[in-house]
């Protein structure tokens, strides 16, 4: 296993509840504290009860993958050597070309971030007025219409790829709307072809969101080639990364040759401006990550992979918590572990489970509650919205993202799963534990 950044030794000591007459043990490792709140009858296997926590060291979702450091300082030397750090480099040209042949498509337009990618792409195909757009998603989709003055419309998704619901898209369009943004969400294909025949109808442009699906598809065809544009992340945190980065994929040899301006202030040469544009240029130096990335994104999905099973087999009998199904006929990332909790049946709620994994230094995450409509500025704009979310509501409500990628073994995994059953297992004595808890590492919407 890859080393981590953040020790234990930089936390503070686990929570332990005090026991009347009894001091409170400060001991990091929770030894002391597992003699003294031993339960009768149990295995004092939760840290929250006492026990040492299932990790010395913080299990988080989305640490970085690492490539290979030399080849990765290998280029770096060449850029040194080379004088060209930015501004269409010849790195940043391999890099555009490698991810145009992995998506399928004949233009690849690499940017600085997939958040700019999204703005320069709806401002590129002529978006205004209203896009329809999911609210479940990370909040980047939505600021990237309202930043440029379109006003999203929400719609509901589907509760098992948790992509847009083509049904919920026909009823919500009107005759303002003049575009679709729908989200390959965890890197599940949308219904792209009910989405593609909607906006072929109602002539409206569609734009995907693919910040999650690089890698991902159909097994006849890649993610990247749908709708009128797709956007790419690689950002630090996915599967593939160019430290910070983006990337948008088209057969559309006329918007590509305006995104290429645009990405560039618009430049055409050295001195004439011939459209509305602005810095969205991806760095040498982020190139150069984003290619040994690049060579490593066989391996990183078959560890992915090989984690995916682990946690399958390890939640399955765990009552109240599932593993969201990958389909067989699909080409997947296995970038995120995506988990739904059943509060009734596993005895906890998603947010309780989420806390009592921080005291076993695992950080799990709710991407992406509340759901966009009730984040600002949106919740004030709409704050009716979420009458019409129904699915969202509910999956915001339910999702917990476990940690996965490089940093994280099959054996970890293991044990990470074994704790959730244990947490499970005691689930009254969990709550109840958490009730009296004051731990600093308690997320901030428990921390009391
Ligand atoms: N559309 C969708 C559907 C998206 O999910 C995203 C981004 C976008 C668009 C926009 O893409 P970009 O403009 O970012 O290219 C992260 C990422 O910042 C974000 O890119 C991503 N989605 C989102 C789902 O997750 P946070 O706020 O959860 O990241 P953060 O800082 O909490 O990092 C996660 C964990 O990883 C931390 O516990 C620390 C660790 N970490 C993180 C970084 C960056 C490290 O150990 N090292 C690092 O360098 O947003």
Redesign the pocket.
């Known amino acids: 296993m890859a080393s981590h950044?953040i020790s234990n030794q930089d936390m503070i000591a686990p929570h332990v509840p005090v026991a009347p007459g009894r001091r409170y043990s400060a001991r990091v490792d929770g030894a002391a504290s597992a003699r003294v709140f031993a339960i009768p009858g149990r295995n004092a296997d939760v840290a929250l009860l006492g026990a040492k926590p299932a990790f010395a060291e913080m299990l988080?979702?989305?640490?970085?993958n690492m490539p290979d450091r030399a080849t990765f300082m290998g280029r770096i030397d060449r850029m040194f050597d080379s004088g060209r750090l930015t501004n269409r480099g010849p790195m940043l040209l391999e890099f555009e070309e490698r991810v145009a042949r992995i998506a399928g498509t004949r233009h690849c337009i690499a940017t600085c971030?997939?958040?700019?990618g999204?703005e320069l792409a709806i401002s590129a195909l002529g978006m205004a007025g209203d896009v329809i757009v999911p609210s479940y998603?990370?909040v980047?989709?939505v600021h990237a219409l309202w930043r440029q003055g379109l006003r999203p419309v929400f719609c509901d998704i589907n509760p098992k790829t948790h992509c847009l619901d083509p049904d919920s898209v026909e009823a919500a369009i009107t005759s303002r709307t003049t575009g679709i943004l729908a989200?390959h969400?965890w890197g599940n294909t949308c219904a792209t072809h009910a989405l593609e025949d909607i906006a072929e109808r109602h002539g409206l442009k569609l734009l995907f969101?693919a910040?999650?699906a690089f890698g991902c598809g159909t097994k006849k065809r890649a993610v990247g080639g749908y709708g009128d544009a797709e956007v790419f992340?690689?950002?630090?945190?996915?599967c593939v990364h160019a430290l910070?980065?983006?990337a948008i994929v088209t057969d559309d040899s006329d918007l590509a040759g305006r995104l290429r301006l645009m990405v560039n202030f618009g430049f055409s040469d050295e001195d004439t401006v011939k459209h509305l544009g602005t810095n969205g240029k991806m760095s040498e130096a982020s190139a150069a990550m984003g290619l040994t990335s690049l060579e490593s994104m066989d391996a990183i999905i078959a560890h992915n992979r090989r984690n995916y099973a682990a946690y399958a087999s390890g939640l399955q009998a765990i009552p109240g918590i599932s593993l969201m199904s990958r389909r067989m006929n699909q080409q997947h990332n296995y970038h995120y572990i995506v988990t739904e909790i059943d509060a009734a049946t596993a005895g906890l709620t998603r947010d309780e489970l989420v806390a009592a994994l921080r005291l076993e230094n695992v950080?799990a995450?709710r991407?992406f509650y509340p759901g966009c409509h009730r984040m600002q500025p949106y919740t004030g704009l709409f704050p009716q919205a979420g009458r019409t979310l129904p699915v969202t509501e509910e999956i915001a409500k339910r999702v917990m993202v476990l940690p996965t990628g490089m940093q994280v073994s099959e054996a970890e995994v293991g044990r990470l799963t074994s704790r959730i059953a244990a947490i499970v297992r005691q689930a009254p004595a969990v709550r109840a534990a958490l009730a009296q808890c004051h731990d600093p590492r308690l997320p901030p919407f428990l921390r009391q």
């Open positions: 950044t988080l979702v989305g640490r970085p971030n997939a958040t700019v999204l998603t990370f980047a989709t989200v969400m969101d910040a999650h992340s690689f950002h630090a945190t996915k910070e980065g983006g950080v995450r991407y």
